[in-house]
């Protein structure tokens, strides 16, 4: 950062509505030009390092190319996950028509510390992106009571995504994990208990632990998420075969997954393909086994799905689609895999990803959805003084629409953030279009949206590059989109499909035009 006034830019060469990087003294930094106005900032996402000068503008907000985290470009403040931390602001003057960067020290937006004390008691249940970010949240909105996160793991909340996309292979994730540390939560009074809840009284407004102990509450957010289907299959108790929730399971399977080795990878949606690609990457031979004609069917179609298998071959990943396990061989410890066609698979270790069963068995006198989910209306609120929010929290998508429930990180810390929010009492509905992203061989896919595989497929680009968007369409709007090497386009897609519901696709993506086009034709709110 500058240690004395330093002349930037001129403004006559910065176009309005535009931003650009520079670098002073070695650090990136981001101007941004809105009319007479220039703002300064840190230049890269804390999240994991984005360029945020290849990101988009929307309004008062900078999105990320890479992950879709959001910054306010007058305050830096956080205003979309993945993105725990806010941006480091500069000073920013004009003179003689030169940008000139002050020297003053720059200003993070940080979380408020508790002021006067609340007698109010809060309880998280949950310690995941969910849970840490509802805690974090209302220490930024000023709540000075108690705030008490009960997790079973036990460790400082970090970033479980980076357990398949990158703990297996060895890589460098860049993601930043744990979201905060211990000092943070020493720092803001946010008490973290190590155990389980053995029932939630919703009418009492009490929670049992294991242990015993009793909690009485004031609100409470319930994050508990899932945990990975044991198979039922024969030989399923065998030594070396391994599901994946946490950093325990995450060690256990790469202290036996020596470089050589063959692995069966059971299950080709999220967890099971991005497990198969960091293996491989790992030196692994793996083979995936699942009862479906393509990756991602169910959610992305065969065609998408194809791209992805065609990928995984060209690394050396072999396929058996269309087949199910019959059982596991072996004499204490994995030897094999025998499909129920018969073959037989030589392997040393078998990983399952076939999803996950919904933890909340503890709750007393709450309805549960068929898959273990709990209802929520628009404010995430389950019950008076109760809240869900991540993977188990069916909700009206985008506010009013039909209930649904999505397995992903973002959509995860938004709804802590608003949880957070709606605890204090600010009555705001969850009104965000889902997006989340994977990442296999270095290659990122994302998806804003919800649709499903059955939707109506268009694509605009080349599958064979690949470089492209899939547009998903269902009675004549467009539903959902995955892109793939098509960062600002992405990132325009979620500005546009939170502004607007019923997109045809020649409004949305204009045939020799692109999603961010359109985003800087439309009028913008400000953050």
């Given at each position: 950062?500058?240690?004395?006034?330093?002349?930037?830019?001129?403004?006559?060469?910065?176009?309005?509505?535009?931003?650009?990087?520079?670098?002073?003294?070695?650090?990136?930094?981001?101007?941004?030009?809105?009319?007479?106005?220039?703002?300064?900032?840190a230049g890269t996402c804390?999240?994991?390092?984005?360029?945020?000068?290849?990101?988009?503008?929307?309004?008062?907000?900078?999105?990320?190319?890479?992950?879709?985290?959001?910054?306010?470009?007058?305050?830096?403040?956080?205003?979309?996950?993945?993105?725990?931390?806010?941006?480091?602001?500069?000073?920013?003057?004009?003179?003689?028509?030169?940008?000139?960067?002050?020297?003053?020290?720059?200003?993070?937006?940080?979380?408020?510390?508790?002021?006067?004390?609340?007698?109010?008691?809060?309880?998280?249940?949950?310690?995941?992106?969910?849970?840490?970010?509802?805690?974090?949240?209302?220490?930024?909105?000023?709540?000075?009571?108690?705030?008490?996160?009960?997790?079973?793991?036990?460790?400082?909340?970090?970033?479980?995504?980076?357990?398949?996309?990158?703990?297996?292979?060895?890589?460098?994730?860049?993601?930043?994990?744990?979201?905060?540390?211990?000092?943070?939560?020493?720092?803001?009074?946010?008490?973290?208990?190590?155990?389980?809840?053995?029932?939630?009284?919703?009418?009492?407004?009490?929670?049992?632990?294991?242990d015993g102990t009793t909690?009485?509450?004031?609100?409470?957010?319930?994050?508990?998420?899932?945990?990975?289907?044991?198979?039922?299959?024969?030989?399923?108790?065998?030594?070396?075969?391994?599901?994946?929730?946490?950093?325990?399971?995450?060690?256990?399977?790469?202290?036996?997954?020596?470089?050589?080795?063959?692995?069966?990878?059971?299950?080709?949606?999220?967890?099971?393909?991005?497990?198969?690609?960091?293996?491989?990457?790992?030196?692994?031979?793996?083979?995936?086994?699942?009862?479906?004609?393509?990756?991602?069917?169910?959610?992305?179609?065969?065609?998408?799905?194809?791209?992805?298998?065609?990928?995984?071959?060209?690394?050396?990943?072999?396929?058996?689609?269309?087949?199910?396990?019959?059982?596991?061989?072996?004499?204490?410890?994995?030897?094999?895999?025998?499909?129920?066609?018969?073959?037989?698979?030589?392997?040393?270790?078998?990983?399952?990803?076939?999803?996950?069963?919904?933890?909340?068995?503890?709750?007393?006198?709450?309805?549960?959805?068929?898959?273990?989910?709990?209802?929520?209306?628009?404010?995430?609120?389950?019950?008076?003084?109760?809240?869900?929010?991540?993977?188990?929290?069916?909700?009206?998508?985008?506010?009013?629409?039909?209930?649904?429930?999505?397995?992903?990180?973002?959509?995860?810390?938004?709804?802590?953030?608003?949880?957070?929010?709606?605890?204090l009492g600010a009555g705001?509905?969850?009104?965000?279009?889902?997006?989340?992203?994977?990442?296999?061989?270095?290659?990122?896919?994302?998806?804003?949206?919800?649709?499903?595989?059955?939707?109506?497929?268009?694509?605009?680009?080349?599958?064979?590059?690949?470089?492209?968007?899939?547009?998903?369409?269902?009675?004549?709007?467009?539903?959902?989109?995955?892109?793939?090497?098509?960062?600002?386009?992405?990132?325009?897609?979620?500005?546009?499909?939170?502004?607007?519901?019923?997109?045809?696709?020649?409004?949305?993506?204009?045939?020799?035009?692109?999603?961010?086009?359109?985003?800087?034709?439309?009028?913008?709110?400000?953050?």
């Amino acid at each position: 950062m500058p240690n004395q006034a330093r002349v930037v830019a001129r403004l006559a060469d910065f176009p309005d509505g535009t931003m650009r990087q520079v670098e002073v003294d070695g650090a990136k930094i981001l101007l941004v030009r809105r009319g007479d106005d220039v703002f300064a900032m840190a230049g890269t996402c804390p999240h994991a390092g984005g360029p945020l000068a290849e990101g988009i503008l929307d309004g008062d907000r900078v999105v990320c190319p890479w992950h879709k985290a959001a910054f306010c470009i007058t305050s830096g403040a956080c205003l979309e996950p993945p993105a725990v931390d806010g941006l480091l602001h500069i000073p920013v003057g004009i003179r003689d028509g030169e940008v000139v960067l002050a020297p003053e020290p720059p200003v993070q937006a940080q979380p408020a510390l508790p002021a006067a004390r609340d007698p109010r008691r809060f309880v998280i249940i949950g310690g995941g992106g969910a849970g840490a970010t509802a805690a974090q949240t209302l220490r930024e909105e000023g709540f000075a009571g108690e705030i008490a996160m009960i997790d079973q793991d036990g460790e400082l909340p970090y970033d479980r995504t980076l357990l398949s996309k990158y703990v297996l292979s060895g890589a460098d994730a860049g993601e930043k994990s744990p979201l905060q540390d211990e000092a943070f939560y020493r720092h803001h009074a946010i008490e973290r208990i190590h155990g389980t809840v053995r029932m939630l009284d919703p009418k009492a407004r009490i929670i049992v632990l294991e242990d015993g102990t009793t909690r009485v509450y004031d609100a409470a957010l319930i994050a508990t998420g899932g945990a990975p289907v044991r198979p039922s299959f024969p030989g399923a108790h065998l030594e070396h075969v391994f599901v994946l929730r946490n950093r325990a399971d995450a060690r256990h399977l790469v202290d036996v997954a020596v470089p050589g080795r063959k692995v069966v990878v059971v299950g080709a949606s999220f967890i099971g393909m991005e497990v198969a690609a960091s293996l491989r990457e790992r030196g692994l031979e793996v083979t995936v086994v699942a009862d479906q004609r393509a990756p991602f069917e169910p959610q992305l179609g065969a065609e998408i799905g194809t791209i992805f298998r065609k990928m995984h071959e060209a690394e050396g990943v072999a396929f058996r689609l269309n087949r199910r396990v019959d059982r596991v061989t072996g004499e204490g410890m994995v030897a094999g895999v025998v499909l129920t066609d018969g073959e037989e698979l030589a392997a040393d270790l078998v990983v399952v990803g076939l999803g996950v069963r919904l933890q909340t068995g503890f709750l007393q006198g709450v309805p549960l959805r068929e898959d273990g989910g709990v209802d929520v209306d628009a404010e995430l609120r389950l019950a008076d003084g109760l809240h869900a929010a991540g993977d188990i929290a069916a909700f009206p998508l985008q506010g009013d629409g039909p209930t649904v429930r999505v397995e992903h990180w973002r959509v995860a810390e938004q709804h802590g953030r608003l949880a957070a929010r709606n605890m204090l009492g600010a009555g705001r509905h969850y009104v965000a279009v889902p997006y989340f992203w994977t990442i296999q061989f270095s290659k990122r896919l994302d998806y804003v949206g919800h649709g499903s595989g059955s939707d109506e497929l268009i694509v605009r680009g080349d599958t064979e590059a690949p470089e492209f968007i899939a547009y998903y369409r269902r009675d004549g709007r467009i539903v959902a989109a995955a892109g793939w090497n098509r960062d600002q386009d992405m990132a325009a897609l979620i500005a546009l499909m939170d502004q607007k519901r019923d997109w045809t696709l020649d409004e949305l993506h204009p045939v020799g035009s692109s999603p961010s086009a359109v985003l800087a034709t439309r009028p913008h709110e400000t953050a």
